[in-house]
Structures are given as C-alpha cells and as structure tokens.
C-alpha cells in the first residue's frame, strides 16, 4: 500500500520543490524584464489553444458535497453530465472509471484499496461498467466531443489490452495508461487502433527517451510543475524529434492553467491541454 500510494511520483517531494522554484523565478525574470515567459522561449507560437474537461464525472462521483454539483448516483446522471460538457462549449472530455451508485465510487486500486486488490486486473463486471460509462457519455455528447478514459495505475498490460480493444468502436482521442514499462505500453499500443497517452508521472528528459525511442505512446503527457518549465521545454521539443505529440497534465489550480498554457505557447507540438473545472 505505501507503493500504491507514492508510485505515481517518483521524483519525491525534491524533484517538485525544485520545478516550483524554476517556475517562480522563471515568471520573477520574465515580469522584471517586461516580456512574458513564452518571449523568454522564443516568442509565442499560438494565441489559443484547445481543451478538454478533465475528471468529468470523476470529481462530482467523489466529492460532490464539497463543490456543490449534482451525485453520480446513475448512468442518467452521466448522459446530463454530457449534455453540460456540450452546453459549455468543450470539444473534448476525460473521465476515470467512475462507478455511479448511493454513494458513487472510482475505481482507483492503482493509487490504495483494501485487502486483495493490487493484483492490477480487469474484472467482467467492471469492464461491463466500463463499456456502459463510456458509450453513455458518447451517447449524451455527439460525433464532435473527443472521449478520453484515464485507467492511471489501476492495470497491469493484459487489462489495458482489454480495454482498449473493447473502446475501439468509441475511436477515443486517447486511453491514458500510466506504466513504467515502455516495452509492455507499446505492446499495448501495437495491439489496438485505441490511440494511448502516458507520461504524466515522468521525471526529465531520461525517463521520457525510452518511451520516445520505443514509439510507445501516440502521445505523451508533461507535467509541467512536477518537471519545471524548462525541463518541460527540452521534453516537449525531444517530442517534436520523434514526431510524438504532448499534452500538458494539469489538474491543479488556475496558476498551473497559466503555466500549462505558456508551455502550450512555446512549442510546436501540442495535441490539447487538460483543464478541470
């Protein structure tokens, strides 16, 4: 269980500190000389770019006393949950496995659960859900909002596989798979026409050359204030060598949103950003 619950960051508590302060002093230079911190990079290469919602469903099925929105108690909370990702104007959408009930649950055993579940597997009944959630949203949503399904940790390679297969008639802007096995990710990635993402709990640019070199992922996540802005940089721009498209992860706050955006400015590789709301 400490495994489970520290695997997503590797890096630890120094590896972060360490990005934090590059980014405050990167955004103290670039206000005392009057310019903003895409000009530091090399000047803007866009004045916009496109999002999705990120744990949409996720948040309201976990914590949905705190922020106020409606439970996720059933699969018709799910389809007007769509209806207002389309009224808001997004074109894209991400969810985690949320299981709808009195009270709702997600399935997080990737990140700590209790007795008998780290063996990291796909069960019928959940696959089941998973198939029900997924063409529920496309259902509410139309033919013009993207899906993305973030599985994190929760599987090993033989459940992703199922997954992904099992969505391939949704054609999902992607499946997030977080693994620390590049080899096992592009086994997955070569098994399905379900385009994959990972990378959002990398460190610098030594964990990402693996992923890069192996063509693992059809994109690759950065995280921005986990690595620095100019770690993220060099990242982004190795991507753009490989012809590998990344994506911000940013579930954080509106600071990070900026910070994400400016990343997003200053390179020429960018699929979409996350966003929650």
């Known amino acids: 269980d400490m495994l489970r619950g520290t695997r997503q960051s590797p890096g630890g508590i120094a590896a972060k500190a360490i990005a934090g302060l590059e980014c405050a002093l990167i955004d103290i230079k670039a206000k005392a000389l009057g310019v903003s911190v895409a000009e530091l990079f090399g000047g803007p290469m866009r004045d916009q770019?496109?999002?999705?919602?990120?744990?949409?469903?996720?948040?309201?099925?976990?914590?949905?006393?705190?922020?106020?929105?409606?439970p996720i108690r059933t699969m018709e909370d799910i389809t007007k949950l769509g209806y207002e990702v389309v009224?808001?104007?997004?074109?894209?959408?991400?969810?985690?496995?949320?299981?709808?009930?009195?009270?709702p649950s997600v399935h997080f055993h990737g990140f700590g659960g209790s007795l008998g579940t780290t063996d990291q597997v796909v069960?019928?009944?959940?696959?089941?859900n998973i198939e029900k959630l997924m063409f529920t949203f496309q259902e509410a949503v139309g033919p013009n909002v993207d899906l993305c399904l973030d599985l994190n940790f929760n599987f090993?390679?033989?459940?992703?596989?199922?997954?992904?297969?099992?969505?391939?008639p949704l054609d999902l802007l992607w499946l997030e798979i977080d693994m620390y096995?590049?080899?096992?990710?592009?086994?997955?990635?070569?098994?399905?026409?379900?385009?994959?993402?990972?990378?959002?709990?990398?460190?610098y640019m030594r964990d990402f050359i693996p992923y890069f070199e192996l063509h693992a992922a059809d994109v690759m996540m950065i995280d921005v204030p986990w690595n620095g802005f100019s770690q993220s940089k060099k990242i982004g721009d190795l991507a753009e060598v490989y012809q590998i498209n990344i994506a911000p992860h940013n579930y954080y706050s509106h600071l990070a949103t900026h910070i994400s955006a400016s990343l997003c400015a200053v390179l020429p590789n960018v699929r979409i950003m996350e966003i929650d709301i």
């Not at 770019?49 to 409606?70: E, K, N, Q």
């Open 87 to 103: 009224e808001l104007g997004f074109t894209a959408l991400k969810t985690n496995i949320v299981i709808p009930g009195d009270p």
């Open 181 to 203: 096995d590049p080899k096992a990710l592009r086994q997955i990635k070569e098994s399905t026409t379900t385009r994959i993402c990972s990378g959002e709990n990398l460190f």
């Open 49 to 70: 770019i496109r999002v999705y919602w990120s744990h949409c469903g996720t948040s309201r099925a976990m914590h949905s006393d705190i922020i106020g929105t409606p």
């Open 156 to 168: 090993k390679t033989e459940g992703c596989l199922r997954i992904a297969k099992m969505l391939e």
């Open 123 to 128: 069960t019928t009944d959940l696959l089941q």
